[in-house]
């Protein structure tokens, strides 16, 4: 099936921990997106990769890094985890700036 | 940054009833998307909307570009339990080609 899909699912680590999300996308599309949606359901945009290069870098703590190494993949590295970075983290992916697909999501617990 | 007054925040209807819901913004909008999102899972496309005064359904659903290009808004006919969920208004403004910005989404409850 083509889709967004995000790995993993779930992830429940203890703070001061380094942990990776992993996002791919076989839409063919040339764009894709970290969004972190918190308790009260707000979604907002962290990154954005076009054609492999950094769009968009919103006000995010520099312990998030985003890696694309091509264009079907955006992989998201979290440093020093922190009580504060538990939230869903959302995948998502475009064709240019148009309509964006998301995936199912990845809660993450810091305990 | 930009925001979006999505509104009501939310909303609890008896089945078969009318819903309606808006987002608004203070700046100009070029394209309005509506999502809807279940628990647990991720944001679905319901409608997209791409020039101002554009009118289009999807099955029950229809929303609206404003004329102003700073609001849209979403009606579902007749609902029914399955329609229970989040749903979200998103735009991107006028030279931000690929930032999409939500609103606070509305969480809608049908009572069966």
């Known amino acids: 099936d083509t889709a967004v899909s995000q790995t993993p699912k779930y992830l429940v680590t203890q703070m001061g921990n380094d942990k990776s999300i992993k996002c791919e996308q076989n839409l063919g599309h040339d764009t894709m997106y970290w969004y972190k949606q918190d308790s009260k359901k707000f979604l907002k945009i962290m990154f954005s990769?076009?054609?492999?290069?950094?769009?968009i870098n919103e006000t995010v703590p520099n312990r998030f890094s985003p890696k694309s190494p091509d264009k079907a993949h955006l992989n998201l590295h979290i440093n020093s985890l922190e009580l504060g970075d538990s939230a869903v983290y959302f995948c998502a992916s475009s064709l240019g700036g148009r309509v964006a697909f998301f995936g199912q999501g990845t809660r993450l617990t810091v305990v | 940054g930009q925001q979006l007054n999505q509104s009501p925040q939310s909303m609890f209807i008896q089945e078969g009833e009318d819903v309606s819901m808006n987002c608004t913004s203070s700046?100009?909008?070029?394209?309005w998307l509506w999502y809807k999102q279940d628990p647990g899972e991720g944001p679905v496309l319901l409608i997209a909307l791409y020039k101002a005064g554009e009118l289009t359904s999807n099955g029950r659903l229809t929303a609206q570009f404003g004329i102003t290009r700073k609001d849209s808004f979403l009606n579902i006919s007749a609902s029914i339990p399955s329609d229970v969920g989040i749903y979200f208004c998103?735009?991107?403004?006028?030279?931000?080609?690929?930032?999409?910005?939500f609103g606070k989404g509305t969480l809608l409850t049908v009572n069966p």
């Open positions: 998103a735009g991107r403004q006028q030279g931000s080609n690929y930032k999409l910005t």
């Open positions: 990769y076009n054609n492999k290069e950094l769009i």
């Open positions: 700046s100009i909008f070029n394209t």
